[in-house]
């Protein structure tokens, strides 16, 4: 496997030979799109246990049940997707015409066609999901890509970088691997597209190193998500869900529940649902290898300071530790769904995306209370809603605005693959999945087919304009 960075001098030949190669192949018949889908999807497949085993080595302790539900069989089904769907995404999207161009015999279409060369920045967090994701959807519309993984789990990297090489040529899918350095190179590439999944101050960066070659960009983000527990939900059920999604990747997760809106007289309610989810999933947490460890030392300590930061402006801490676990020694990096009560807008847990086990709980004596609090804040990649009352929850889904819904439970929406994700404002721009990500990394390319007759000169508005032309423009000026 190999273990050495790629010189970011590298990286603009990099380009010109996919850009070469792409623009030599065309027109490139769908059949060539789909061997490059089956190849994903044999790479994911064939390879399984040793990308888990990867992710597991980088995390310090990720369970392999998870990465192959996360990670590995989520981009094998997307792709499967993106293969049974290209056909019908790729025709030629007929348009009407304006009057009487129809009757004329004039015609126009949109095609959907490749841009060319895409970017692909993946993050750590899932680090195969959210690589080979936006991959296949990007190969779906005919493009090439080179693809730039987190630094964060280099093992994870090196993999992906050795086994794109083994099952695709370097003009098709190509890999960067490195720090810093190379991610800036990278998205000051002049490509056709970029795609950019991390955190909001570096898609602030991304965009701008883009901005310089007029790259067009897609943003996944997040920011702090709210769920609302509406007071006809069900709690021990809403507990239970909140719980596996929050929990999920220790927390680690972009659409992660941030923090939680509940109704005055049901907060302690819904701590202990918290509680009996934490009980029932994770009855033990330290030694546990179905509970993932925190990445890295600093996102460790990020953390830590995080809700020491609460403790000390006067917010009440409840760590819920089922085993009564001690977690102050060892170097495990495991650390306990930890609730923040009181939560106050100067807290670091309040101004910043969590990104881990911590949970602020604010209350609300009336549900427009909870929506001005949201709409308070920056739009959020997710909402999440809790309640058999349908009223209500319209309420919440007609006045708030946030990338994406998910009812009864959290995350969810993203799992569904014909449903577009993405955020808006600060927590993202475009999106993938579903036929709008296709037609995010294409071109929709206008084409008019003008018929033989001169229509222009029949109507009278070729010069020298006449008595014709104003009668005509007067017509069609009416209301």
């Not at 998870?66 to 290209?86: E, G, W």
């Not at 014909?418 to 999106?431: A, E, K, M």
Request: aromatic content about 6%.
């Amino acid at each position: 496997m190999p273990d050495d960075t790629t010189d970011p001098k590298q990286l603009k030949p990099m380009l010109e030979a996919q850009r070469k190669a792409f623009v030599e192949a065309r027109p490139e018949p769908l059949s060539a799109r789909r061997d490059r889908l089956d190849r994903v999807i044999a790479l994911l497949a064939d390879n399984d246990q040793a990308l888990c085993d990867a992710m597991n080595a980088d995390y310090g302790n990720r369970s392999t049940v998870q990465s192959m539900l996360t990670d590995v069989l989520v981009s094998i089904r997307f792709a499967k997707y993106c293969r049974d769907k290209i056909a019908h995404w790729s025709r030629p999207d007929g348009r009407s015409v304006q009057f009487p161009l129809g009757l004329l015999g004039g015609k126009a279409e949109v095609r959907y066609e490749p841009k060319g060369v895409i970017g692909i920045i993946s993050p750590w967090n899932f680090p195969v999901n959210l690589a080979f994701g936006p991959l296949a959807q990007v190969l779906a519309a005919g493009n090439r890509a080179m693809l730039k993984p987190s630094e964060f789990t280099p093992q994870t990297s090196a993999l992906i970088a050795d086994l794109v090489g083994r099952y695709f040529a370097s003009e098709e899918v190509a890999v960067a691997t490195g720090g810093v350095d190379v991610a800036q190179a990278f998205s000051s590439l002049s490509f056709d597209h970029l795609v950019f999944t991390g955190s909001t101050a570096t898609g602030r960066k991304v965009m701008q190193a883009a901005a310089d070659n007029l790259v067009p960009v897609t943003l996944e983000l997040g920011g702090k998500s709210p769920t609302v527990i509406g007071r006809s939900a069900d709690l021990e059920r809403a507990g239970s869900r909140i719980v596996t999604g929050k929990m999920m990747n220790a927390g680690q997760i972009c659409l992660a529940p941030d923090y939680l809106l509940v109704p005055e007289d049901m907060e302690d309610g819904v701590i202990a649902a918290l509680e009996l989810g934490v009980m029932d999933q994770f009855p033990t947490l330290r030694d546990n290898s179905d509970y993932a460890t925190v990445i890295n030392d600093d996102q460790f300590a990020r953390l830590t300071s995080m809700v020491e930061d609460a403790r000390e402006k006067g917010g009440e801490v409840i760590e819920i530790n089922p085993a009564g676990e001690d977690f102050s020694h060892g170097n495990q990096r495991k650390m306990p769904l930890t609730v923040i009560r009181n939560p106050t807008d100067d807290m670091q847990a309040m101004r910043e995306e969590i990104f881990g086990p911590v949970l602020p709980i604010l209350t609300y004596s009336s549900i427009d209370e909870a929506i001005d609090g949201i709409n308070g804040r920056d739009r959020p990649l997710g909402l999440y809603y809790f309640g058999s009352d349908e009223g209500e929850r319209e309420r919440v889904l007609s006045r708030t605005i946030s990338g994406g819904v998910t009812v009864n439970d959290v995350i969810f929406h993203v799992s569904t693959e014909d449903l577009p994700f993405g955020g808006i404002g600060p927590s993202g721009i475009g999106s993938y999945h579903g036929p709008e990500g296709f037609r995010e990394f294409s071109h929709a390319r206008s084409v008019y087919t003008q018929p033989k007759l001169d229509v222009a000169g029949l109507a009278g508005l070729k010069p020298p304009y006449g008595d014709r032309a104003r009668t005509i423009l007067k017509m069609l000026a009416r209301k």
